[in-house]
């Protein structure tokens, strides 16, 4: 008799750290400006102090950490190296991990990629992946599947926050639906029946001046956009109404900027949770089931 016990939804772990943890999801996005700012040599020696440094001040205590894969990359396998061991290092400490890679492709390689992020035996296996529908929803499927198995979840780019994306996520399809609304139906889909939370999300921007299309897909809302884009904490029941508390906010360079000091980079996080969670009981539906 197998022993093993099915990994627990990554929608229910998400759900449990929101609540305990608080609303924040910390972007680790060490761009060459934040290098310097440190005082970090731009090697993969500087990535590495600095992604070590809010790994060590904040793995404990936020939700999500979001490590934004471009950054790591431009360093070549020394930067993966890096990325690997913060993946690992912020997991064991209790965070859950959301790799921000945007990845997207014809099924045959989304096989591949979902073995790269979605399985659990990967160097790079996280809680859950961004992934790019632009080559169809439909073309996401190995990453979906992968990604059910593992207990794993996904973040599908729907409404995102610049300015620039309203061209393709808002153009209306054949059928009457903006591409936008459609990606959302089709994760409202992958999330019918799950409790307490679904584990398919969407990506939809804080900054947003008013979200076009149903956000209800019982499924978490990566919401980038809060501090350096402009939206605030009070963005997030105005842009999110009735689905604010299954949002994940997510903030990046506004936390990073209060480095390189461990306690400097905690008291920023900590004020984004505080005002998030403050901003969250105006939200309709706070405090009800
Ligand atoms: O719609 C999207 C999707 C992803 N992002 C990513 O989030 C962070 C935002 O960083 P800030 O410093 O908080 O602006 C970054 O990694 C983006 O690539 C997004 O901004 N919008």
Redesign the pocket.
Known sequence: MSTDAAPLPFGGRLRDALDTRGPLCV?I?PHPSLLADWGLAQDAAGLERFTRTVVEALADSVAVL?P?S?FFERFGSAGIAVLERAVADARSAGALVVM?A?RGDIGSTMTAYAAAYLDPSAPLFCDAV?LSPYLGFGSLRPALDRAREAGAGVFV?AL???PE?AQVQRAVGTDGRAVAAAVLAALAEENRGAEPLGSFGA?V?ATLTAPSADLAVNGPL?A??????GATAGDLPRVFGAVARNVVP?????V?RAGPSAAGLLSAARRWADDLAQALESAPGAGGA
């Not at 980038?224 to 884009?229: E, L, N, V």
């Not at 997510?250 to 506004?254: E, G, M, N």
């Open positions: 972007g996005d979001k934004q471009a921000d945007k961004t780019l995102t926050s610049n994306g990506v921007g990566l980038p956009g809060f501090g350096a884009q997510s903030v990046s360079r506004d990073l």
